[in-house]
Structures are given as C-alpha cells and as structure tokens.
C-alpha cells in the first residue's frame, strides 16, 4: 500500500497520514460520490453485486492431447460475467489448466463438500452462481460415470479426474445455502464419449464407439448446459476460436436468441430481453445446424428448463465480429426478400464493419441504368464519409441516398448527443463530477473506466465534434486511465482551453505530479484556482491543500482554510474534516469546541468519507469514544473498506498515525476478512503484510456502488 496515489477528477495526489490526535485530520484525501445501492430486480441475474463464478478453461493436459480453444472460452466467459452480467472481477475465480488439487479447492472434495472456495465465497439470499467449463471429459468404462479431466489427469484411469457427479452433489449444497430466490447455472462445453472432437483420434487406450455416460443426477434447481448429450463428441467454432456451445451461447445472449426474423415459429419475440425458453431453443438449432454443416456430426446440448431472462446486451469481443455476420445475413435476406430499392438502399445504408452483401446490393441499385445514380452515391459516400463530412455528403443526396441514415446518425441530427459516437464515449468515460455531462448519463469512476475501448469511442467523437468539449475531457481520462499522459495532457489541455472546469482540475493534477508534462506547482496552483473559481469544488481543495502545506509555493493557512470552507459549502465531502482542527484550537474565527469539530468527523463519515470512517476508528480506540456513542472502531473501519481501494488505503494509514488502532480493533477486523475468504494469515492484531494485501483485496471486492 503506497502512502500517495493520483485520482484524475478529484485531488490531485492524495495523502493518508493521519494526525489522530484529538481532532487533527492532516491529509487530505477525496471520496468519490457513490449512488446508493440499488435494490435487486425482479429477474434472475439482475443483481450481480454478490454473485460468484468459477471459469475454468483446460487447454494443455500432461498426458493427452491439448483443447484448443480451452484458454479462448474461459476468457470469453470471464468478460461475459463482468462486463455484462454485472459481476465483480474479484469474484470471478479463472483457474487455467486446472489440477485435480485445484477442482477439489474450489469444488470440494467428495468427503468434505463444504470445503471449496465456492461454497465459502457465496453468500445466503445474496449470489447467484455461475459454473463454467472447458476442456476434455472422460468416461469411466467401467462405472459409465463422467469426470472431468484435469490438467494432471490420466484419461484412462477415472479416479484421476474429477466426478461430474461429486460436482453436481457438492453444487447442490451451494444451490441450498444460496435459496430458491438465487440461480445456479452449470454450463460444461465438453463431451463425455472419450474422444478429441477430431475425426479417428480418441483419449482412450481402448475404443468405445458410441459410448453413452451414465448422466449424474441433480437435484432440483441447478440449471445445466452441457455441450452434447448421448454418444456424440462436442465441436468446435473455428470462426471464432471457441467451443461451438460457448459460441452460441455468447452470440444468443447478446439478442440473436431473441430476434424475430427467423423461420416459422423458431425466434424470440423481439423484446430486448432473452428469456431461458429462447435461449435454450437457438443453443440446440443452432448447435446442431452448425455441427452438422461443419463437421457432419450430429451435436445436441442438453439445457435445463429454467425461470431465467437475460437482458440482451453488446456481443463481448471473442463473437463480435460473429455476431455482427448473422445480422449482416439476415439484413441481406430481409433486403432480398422485399426486392426494392429501398430494402436495398436500407441495406447497404445501416450495415456496419460486416457488410459481405454490399457488392450484390449496389449491382441490384445499378442494374439498368446509364449513369447510376448509387454509383453517384457511392463515390460521394466515399469521398465524404471517410473525412467524416456528413453534412457535406447528404447535400449531394438524390432520389439515391443509400447512407443517410448513416449520415444522420453520426450528426446526431441538430443534437450531436444522438450521435453513436457520443453516446458510446459518454458511457465509457463521462466523469461522475463533470458538470458538462448530459442529463442520463451517470458517468463512470476514473477506476472503473475500460481504458482501450473508451480511447477508441472518444477519440473518434472527439475528431468528429471538436467544439464538444466534454469529448476532449473524456478522451484525458480514458488516457490517463492507460497510463498514457502525454495523450491525456493533449486531450485535457484542449478541453481546458474550451472551458471545462472538470479538464482543469485533472490538468493542474499533471502538472503537480510533472506528468506528462515538466512538473510546475505555480501552473498547477493558477489552474486549480480558475477552475474553482468557476465553481468546482474539488479544484478548490486543491488549491486549498497547496496553500496548507506550501506544496511548492508560499503557504497560506489562512486562505487554505478560506478555501476549504468554500469548498464546504459547495459539496466536496473530503474538505468536511479539513475544517476540525480549527474547532480544537480555535483559530481563524472557529469556536474552540471539541464536540462541534467531532460532529464534522460524524457528518463527513455519514456523506461517504473513508478518512473521517477511520480518524473516528482511532479517536475511539484512544479514548474519545464519549463524543461517537453507539459506534464502535471495528464497524467503521469496516465501513471505510466498503468504500473500496481509497478506504483501504485510509485504514492503512492508521498503522503510521501517533496513535493507533487497538490491536483488538484490528483482530475483529481480520476475523471479518478471513470469514470473507480474504485474508490467510494469522489474527495477531498487527498489519503484517499480508494483512495489508488482504485490505486491497477485499475492499475493492466489496466497495459499495
């Protein structure tokens, strides 16, 4: 735990050293604004905050043939769990190339069911659970009992791997300690005949044709996938370097599961939410289609009824470009079947980075003309559209404007926050603090942004709309996220220059800290000036913190605290405790009164602050306990951890303060860490290394949206 740390859109260097006696609060540090959690939805899988996943993907095997695309899948599915469905990267536990000790430590042994980390990590009421694997399966000949082979395993011997059947058994207490209200999804893309899924090669020493598992039973409310049923190998989807049921799976929930526009009575019904019924309908269709045309074998999963619905959300990365081919397809059909000129226009207008029909729409446009008028289009298109002039483009419009929809959805019409390039920079980037940012959208914590896909969606919105001097801001966060602080210089500089009071802060902070740019306390201290004169708080503190401390220029208590109090007034939660001192010792016009000064540390810690949660922590623990009843040190270091990496920070710092947490404290504290799975180490009441890491961990496992 390093005693400084820079946050873009807050302070700009961020100190934890407490001065914990009676009321003194030294270093400042900025909470961020959280919203308060949201209550669960009705839905399955709607809440995710306290779910767990394991993902295993074992590819490379000691004594057989390797898996693929074992490594794609796992990775595939991890994004899936958190980028879409909501859970926290922490409690995705990926395991590569697992061994038999590994199944039993996350799973449980057959003995002791309760010992996996699993069944540990999830919690009553509170998680639904997500098991996926792939890899090979193995029969036992023998006991025609399934296993799942680990990394370490010995295809012909079935005691070396691990029993489908003990996993189902040991799953089943999960599903019981987590309740009928929560979910437990088991998808296994493997097949259990012994062979590789490559024509005439086998795992076993002795053939067995048509082979056929026994199946394991499961007690009512697990929810299985299996990749293939009876005695039939399972394939893969070259295309996209998957399992061909993890590919479909992926691809179904990202809508295709739900669209209408299929044959007959087999779609969805169109209405942006993919309900268990539909996505078990396309995985066999699709499933069985694509195995018979690939490799000419039949290939049938096994899914379980369950009352599951999905929201339809963007196609993670690993079937993207997949998915955007099956719509490609069916916007072609769609076209061809009207047989218009405007089905065709419609087509060649909306498709996107998979266009493979536009040669055969822009033939059926041009069919029987002299000098076409698509033909004109396209080259105006072409000329227009690749310097992303659609203005420029839809004036040369004629009865033939195959892009205009195209066109105007870019300019956003008279609104450039219409634009999908906007809309999609906005998502990823906007600061939760900006006043620039539009009504609707939330914005995103610095820590939380996704650094390459927000450079990529900003930096195209930016080019496109210069004048949006929000776009420039975001693209500084998106960079500096990626440690890239020459480009965030450039992007904050420019969106300073526009007005942007949120750019000025974080500017100043990369001329505090020299990055980026040749360090310069005066330039720094003017820009967190202006920007807090133009109502910013967070850039008032600031201000305020390098007049407090002379942080290379003249100090100036009494305009920092000036400063602080303003900043006060406007909101900013972290100055609240910059202003106790002064009650202790009455200076600059403050009444000297220890209880009104403690009542701020109560108010800030009530508005989120992790620094007031663990100066009160230590203020009871030394003898002011009178001034916080009804509050004990152990429950408001807990507090501060839920306010994540800054909280653990915070309660860190107290080991280096002139007075500390009493080691009782900080056992209670290890206790709660340890029943969390979080922390292996003894409760010795000190913080040992190992229970500083376990801070971390569980903090930003933890942190409270």
């Known amino acids: ?298 290939q049938v999963p096994e899914i379980d009824d369950a009352p599951i619905v999905l929201k339809a959300s963007l196609p993670v990365d690993a079937v993207a470009k997949g998915v955007a081919a099956v719509r490609d397809e069916a916007a072609w059909r769609r076209a061809e079947s009207a047989g218009t000129r405007e089905a065709f226009e419609a087509y060649v207008g909306t498709c996107g980075e998979v266009c493979a029909y536009r040669p055969q729409a822009m033939d059926r446009l041009l069919a029987g003309r002299q000098r076409d008028a698509a033909a004109i289009d396209q080259e105006n298109w072409a000329k227009y559209g690749t310097a992303r002039q659609y203005q420029a483009y839809l004036d040369t419009c004629t009865e033939v404007c195959a892009y205009r929809g195209l066109a105007e959805g870019y300019l956003g019409g008279s609104d450039p926050n219409g634009d999908p390039r906007v809309k999609t920079c906005d998502a990823l980037a906007a600061g939760t603090d900006d006043p620039d940012r539009p009504k609707g959208v939330t914005g995103v914590k610095y820590g939380r942004i996704e650094a390459a896909s927000a450079i990529e969606a900003c930096r195209g919105a930016s080019a496109a709309y210069p004048a949006l001097r929000r776009l420039a801001y975001q693209l500084g966060r998106a960079y500096d996220r990626a440690d890239r602080s020459k480009e965030a210089f450039g992007a904050y500089d420019k969106a300073a220059k526009a007005g942007s009071t949120a750019a000025m802060n974080n500017l100043a902070t990369l001329y505090e800290n020299g990055q980026g740019v040749k360090r310069s306390q005066a330039e720094a201290l003017r820009l967190y000036r202006q920007a807090g004169e133009a109502g910013n708080v967070v850039a008032l503190a600031n201000a305020a913190r390098m007049l407090e401390y002379g942080n290379g220029v003249p100090k100036n208590e009494a305009e920092a605290v000036a400063l602080y109090k303003r900043a006060v007034e406007g909101g900013d939660v972290a100055s609240i405790s910059k202003l106790v001192p002064h009650y202790a010792t009455g200076a600059y016009g403050f009444p000297k009164d220890l209880r009104q000064g403690f009542d701020l540390f109560r108010k800030a810690a009530e508005k989120g602050d992790p620094v007031a949660m663990a100066t009160m922590a230590t203020l009871i623990d030394n003898g002011f306990s009178r001034y916080f009843p009804g509050v004990s040190a152990a429950d408001m270091v807990l507090r501060a951890l839920k306010r994540g990496e800054i909280g653990a920070a915070s309660v860190s710092a107290t080991d280096t303060a002139a007075q500390k947490l009493k080691p009782e404290t900080i056992r209670t504290v290890q206790r709660a860490i340890k029943q969390a799975d979080y922390y292996p180490g003894a409760l010795d009441g000190r913080f040992n290394p190992v229970f500083v890491r376990a801070l971390d961990q569980y903090a930003k496992a933890n942190e409270a949206e």
């Open 1 to 298: 735990m390093t005693n400084a740390m820079a946050v873009r859109g807050r302070v700009a260097r961020i100190g934890f050293a407490l001065l914990l006696q009676a009321a003194s609060l030294l270093a400042p540090l900025a909470a961020r604004a959280a919203p308060e959690v949201q209550a669960p939805e009705a839905s399955a899988f709607a809440d995710n905050a306290d779910s767990v996943a394991v993902v295993i993907g074992n590819s490379r095997y000691k004594q057989t043939v390797p898996v693929d695309y074992a490594h794609h899948d796992a990775e595939a599915m991890r994004s899936y769990l958190v980028q879409r469905l909501g859970y926290r990267d922490a409690n995705v536990f990926v395991v590569k190339d697992a061994t038999l000790n590994e199944f039993n430590q996350v799973f449980g042994t057959e003995r002791n069911p309760q010992s996996g980390r699993l069944w540990r990590s999830v919690r009553e009421g509170r998680s639904n659970v997500f098991v996926y694997y792939s890899g090979h399966g193995v029969p036992d000949l023998a006991s025609r009992q399934p296993f799942l082979l680990p990394e370490d395993g010995n295809p012909n011997q079935g005691e070396s791997g691990y029993a489908l059947e003990t996993l189902y058994r040991n799953l089943d207490l999960v599903k019981r300690k987590i309740g009928p209200g929560r979910q437990l999804v088991v998808m296994v893309d493997a097949c259990f005949t012994g062979e590789t899924g490559r024509k005439g090669e086998s795992l076993l020493a002795v053939s067995a044709p048509g082979f056929a598992p026994a199946k394991p039973k499961a007690e009512s409310g697990i929810v299985r996938l299996v990749a293939t049923s009876g005695a039939t190998p399972a394939n893969w989807d070259e295309a996209n370097r998957l399992g061909l049921l993890t590919s479909r799976f992926l691809m179904g929930v990202s809508g295709l599961a739900d669209q209408k526009d299929r044959q007959g009575d087999r779609g969805g019904d169109g209405d942006g939410q993919v309900s268990w019924a539909e996505l078990k309908g396309y995985l066999r269709r699709e499933v069985e289609d694509a195995a018979r045309r690939t490799s000419g074998r039949e």
